[in-house]
């Protein structure tokens, strides 16, 4: 079984950036759609970014144009590059691969 690990959440200023990094083990990963959804207290589990296997994106429209996802299949790694950072993406971030989800990492932009 596929199981994510998070890392990269933090602390930081409106306007910055931020990496995020999802990595999990096994030969399926190259082979699988990664998700990263975000969620806030109190708040439904929110639909980020999508990778397809072949490298294809989907983006929320709140996000399009400052976030980018990519993967690495050598390093079973996708990435969630984040610019441009508003408080409103202050969150856990989570990512889905298959049916397994990460412990989420958690983002907060503040000043």
């Known amino acids: 079984q596929v199981q994510p690990v998070e890392s990269g959440g933090g602390l930081v200023q409106p306007g910055g950036s931020l990496r995020l990094s999802c990595t999990a083990s096994?030969?399926?990963?190259?082979?699988?759609?990664i998700f990263w959804y975000r969620q806030t207290p109190g708040k439904q589990r929110e639909l980020v970014a999508v990778?397809?296997?072949?490298?294809?994106?989907t983006y929320a429209a709140s996000v399009k144009g400052r976030f980018t996802i990519s993967r690495d299949n050598v390093k079973n790694t996708v990435y969630l590059q984040m610019n441009s950072l508003k408080p409103e993406d202050t969150a856990v971030y989570y990512c889905?691969?298959?049916?397994?989800w990460g412990q989420g990492t958690q983002v907060t932009v503040s000043s």
């Open positions: 889905k691969v298959y049916n397994s």
């Open positions: 096994g030969s399926m990963f190259s082979g699988a759609v």
């Open positions: 990778i397809t296997s072949g490298g294809g994106t």
